[in-house]
T-cell receptor, first 113, second 114 residues
Framework: AQSVAQPEDQVNVAEGNPLTVKCTYS??????LFWYVQYPNRGLQFLLK??????LVKGSYGFEAEFNKSQTSFHLKKPSALVSDSALYFC???????????FGKGNQVVVIP | EAGVAQSPRYKIIEKRQSVAFWCNPI?????LYWYQQILGQGPKLLIQ????????DSQLPKDRFSAERLKGVDSTLKIQPAKLEDSAVYLC????????????FGSGTQLSVL
């Protein structure tokens, strides 16, 4: 079965600094990888996905993610963090074997003004 | 465009009581999902519908949980009887139907079982 690891519980970053949220995955076959964000009292919102092609994927709100097959990673990045980026971020992997999206436990991002 | 609608927003019940959650997906979305999100964990798929048929319910505790999507549009998730460990946020999501598509989530129902 597929799985996702998000090793850090919380990521603190100063406003204007680069933001990185780490994700590693385990899946049989080619992975389909996603990032979602959850703001307080809101449902999850799609940020970006990797299906195939360019390893660098650009998404909403200035976020991007880099797929690294050898390291089985899909880290989320933003060059300059905003206070409004403070939220819970989830990495997810889809396996075509069972068509089920498996989410990581999430990372709380706190952007300090 | 209207998003995924869920109700109620909050629900507090005592253990062994029953509870039901309602979801109305985005118009035209064939696939509907119910996820359980326990505090500190990522969402876990409970059941997935394609139109009004069940695609995946392998992680649904069928002795107490049930779900239906009778007309292929809105859906109801029921728990009977509830246990303390059912305290969680129940999220509904929908998509057009391709498995590699993004999901659209509702705001969820926060259930507290006392």
């Amino acid at each position: 079965a597929q799985s996702v690891a998000q090793p850090e519980d919380q990521v603190n970053v100063a406003e204007g600094n680069p933001l990185t949220v780490k994700c590693t995955y385990s899946v049989s076959g080619n992975p389909y990888l996603f990032w979602y964000v959850q703001y307080p009292n809101r449902g999850l919102q799609f940020l970006l996905k990797y299906i195939t092609g360019d390893n660098l994927v650009k998404g909403s709100y200035g976020f991007e993610a880099e797929f690294n097959k050898s390291q089985t990673s899909f880290h989320l990045k933003k060059p300059s963090a905003l206070v409004s980026d403070s939220a819970l971020y989830f990495c997810a992997v889809l396996s075509y074997g069972n068509n089920r999206l498996a989410f990581g436990k999430g990372n709380q991002v706190v952007v300090i003004p | 465009e209207a998003g995924v609608a869920q109700s109620p927003r909050y629900k507090i019940i005592e253990k062994r009581q029953s509870v039901a959650f309602w979801c109305n997906p985005i118009s035209g979305h064939a696939t509907l999902y119910w996820y359980q999100q326990i505090l500190g964990q990522g969402p876990k798929l409970l059941i997935q519908f394609q139109n009004n048929g069940v695609v995946d319910d392998s992680q649904l505790p069928k002795d107490r949980f049930s779900a239906e999507r009778l007309k292929g549009v809105d859906s109801t998730l029921k728990i009977q009887p509830a246990k303390l460990e059912d305290s969680a946020v129940y999220l509904c999501a929908s998509s057009f139907g391709r498995v590699d598509e993004k999901l659209f989530f509702g705001s969820g129902t926060q259930l507290s079982v006392l």
